[in-house]
């Protein structure tokens, strides 16, 4: 079974500073992509960034970069010069590449909150 | 915007009601899944559907059946309805051209309050 597991349930960081998100997940699985959604107050999920795990750089997308550890099995997200539009809560998720149809296995997500 | 269009946005209801979720994929997309999301709570999978069919079940209670018609649309049906029940219920699209990438295309959900 799969699993991912966001060990901090609420951040905060001052607008214009740096926030790290952790995530670790357990997969026997080689083959897997790893997502951050974002879920604003206004509900919504959206793709933050996405990493392959057979890639060993990590993914960037603006301001937003992962640490991928495969051996560790860790995948953090760093937030850089956060802004208020980034307040929402964040899910890691996993997602088996050679399984078919799978569905995205979720964590319980971190609330962030970035004060003015 | 998605692409994933769900309806209706809220619904409350009555305790042993039923409600109907229906969910329309983005253009193109065959598989469509449903997940749950109860206040503060990551999202649950229930179970997904490709090209009609039935492809994987997660926690889904047996008051719970959903169904992907030839249209792509799909409908979660919820019956004997109960106060825990109340949650915000997602639909998501995933598409396969390109690859498969796993990355799912979200609807804006459906909150559904149990009364």
């Known amino acids: 079974a799969q699993t991912v597991t966001q060990s901090q349930p609420e951040m905060s960081v001052q607008e214009a500073e740096t926030v790290t998100l952790s995530c670790t997940y357990d997969?026997?699985?080689?083959?897997?992509?790893l997502f951050w959604y974002k879920q604003p107050p206004s509900r919504q999920m959206i793709l933050v960034i996405r990493q392959e795990a057979y890639k060993q750089q990590n993914a960037t997308e603006n301001r937003f970069s992962v640490n991928f550890q495969k051996a560790a099995k860790s995948f953090s997200l760093k937030i850089s010069d956060s802004q208020l539009g980034d307040t929402a809560m964040y899910f890691c998720a996993l997602f088996k590449l050679n399984s078919g149809n799978t569905p995205l296995v979720f964590g319980k997500g971190t609330r962030l909150s970035v004060i003015a | 915007d998605s692409g994933v269009t769900q309806t209706p946005k809220h619904l409350i209801t009555a305790t042993g009601q039923r409600v109907t979720l229906r969910c329309s994929p983005r253009?193109?997309?065959?598989?469509v899944y449903w997940y749950q999301q109860s206040l503060d709570q990551g999202l649950q999978f229930l179970i997904q559907?490709?090209?009609?069919?039935?492809?994987a079940k997660g926690n889904i209670l047996e008051r719970f059946s959903a169904q992907q018609f030839p249209d792509l649309h799909s409908e979660l049906n919820l019956s004997s309805l109960e106060l825990g029940d109340s949650a915000l219920y997602f639909c998501?699209?995933?598409?396969?051209?390109?690859?498969?990438?796993?990355?799912?295309?979200f609807g804006e959900g459906s909150r559904l309050t149990v009364l």
């Open positions: 253009s193109g997309d065959l598989s």
């Open positions: 559907y490709y090209n009609g069919e039935e492809r």
């Open positions: 997969t026997s699985e080689n083959n897997y992509y």
């Open positions: 998501a699209s995933r598409s396969y051209s390109g690859g498969n990438t796993g990355e799912l295309f």
